[in-house]
């Protein structure tokens, strides 16, 4: 429900909706921006999840003696049955395991529907490993890189992110010791100085990025960058700029909102989840005229209901007496 109590002197009530307020073309395109992110976000994070995934089965099934192999042969010494001890250990413990797995996702299933669905679970995933293996026999060497190169991205538009819907950390002890009719000051203060740090952050990232895109030119591409990885240094670095001059954007936009008093210093749950597109995302002025014009009869009603419960009489009835 949104907030049907004034903000400050002049503000009308279509300003009350943190949406309205983001409703003009920059706002719109902010909001594109901030689509688009987590779009990007979602994606960066699955691969970065596969690839991992995929590089730690690798090597689990490429290496001849693991950790199995050790234990087998610290316990029962060299041999030339270590290799198929440790081997049987270890697929059978996994197969245990996989069986577990569905017993404890699937209570209501029967004993051999448990076992069935495990062991086929169990055994597929091994066939996995081995035709992994078979298919990429130099392994997956890029897998780390890779998945570092797409934190850093995430990292810097996580926090962009963070900025679009006011998220970002902030220090409540002295929130509470500001007189309430300086939080708006107080709150446009913090994120100018934030703003400042911001500044400085994406001008440093963004010299790191032309360094680096130089040394990539001047090498005719074939220096500056990862060596397991045909990616260059310039195409990851450059996420530190970007993401800090979103986020600087978002906070000079917002410091400027809560000064004007069309946005709250301190982020209400409908605002962040109209900020997030949960509601509100496309509600025009007349729908938002609508929604304070109920509140506002709901809140009659109830001060009217209030004062008949203290006096005996109606207001109308007052009135007309």
Request: aromatic share 12%.
């Amino acid at each position: 429900m949104f907030v049907a109590e004034p903000l400050g002197d002049g503000i009308s009530k279509k300003h009350l909706s943190t949406e309205f307020v983001r409703s003009g073309f920059i706002a719109k395109l902010d909001k594109s921006i901030y689509q688009g992110e987590r779009l990007f976000v979602t994606a960066a994070t699955i691969i970065m999840i596969f690839a991992v995934f995929f590089g730690i089965v690798w090597n689990f099934f490429s290496t001849p003696k693991g950790k199995m192999y050790s234990l087998v042969k610290a316990l029962a010494g060299e041999g030339a049955n270590v290799a198929f001890i440790s081997g049987s250990i270890t697929i059978i413990l996994w197969l245990a395991a996989c069986i577990f797995a569905v017993k404890t996702a699937k209570s209501e299933w029967s004993s051999s529907k448990h076992l069935i669905f495990g062991l086929g679970i169990g055994a597929g995933f091994l066939a996995f490993g081995k035709l992994l293996v078979v298919l990429l026999p130099s392994g997956l060497i890029f897998a780390q890189r890779l998945a570092l190169c797409l934190m850093l991205w995430v990292v810097m538009l996580g926090s962009s992110m963070a900025a679009y819907t006011r998220r970002h950390i902030v220090l409540q002890a002295i929130r509470k010791i500001i007189p309430d009719h300086m939080q708006r000051q107080h709150a446009a203060v913090g994120l100018v100085v934030a703003s400042v740090f911001t500044l400085f952050l994406a001008m440093v990232g963004w010299d790191y990025a032309v360094m680096n895109f130089e040394q990539w030119v001047n090498a005719d591409m074939k220096a500056g960058k990862f060596e397991s990885i045909p990616i260059p240094y310039w195409a990851i670095t450059i996420a530190i700029p970007i993401g800090f001059g979103l986020t600087l954007a978002r906070f000079v936009g917002h410091a400027i909102f809560i000064l004007k008093g069309v946005m709250e210093p301190v982020p209400t749950e409908d605002e962040l989840k109209a900020a997030r597109g949960e509601i509100g995302a496309d509600a025009d002025f007349d729908e938002f005229s609508r929604l304070v014009e109920a509140e506002e009869t709901e809140k009659n009603e109830l001060e009217s209901l209030a004062w008949k419960a203290a006096t005996g009489v109606t207001k109308a009835d007052d009135k007309e007496s």
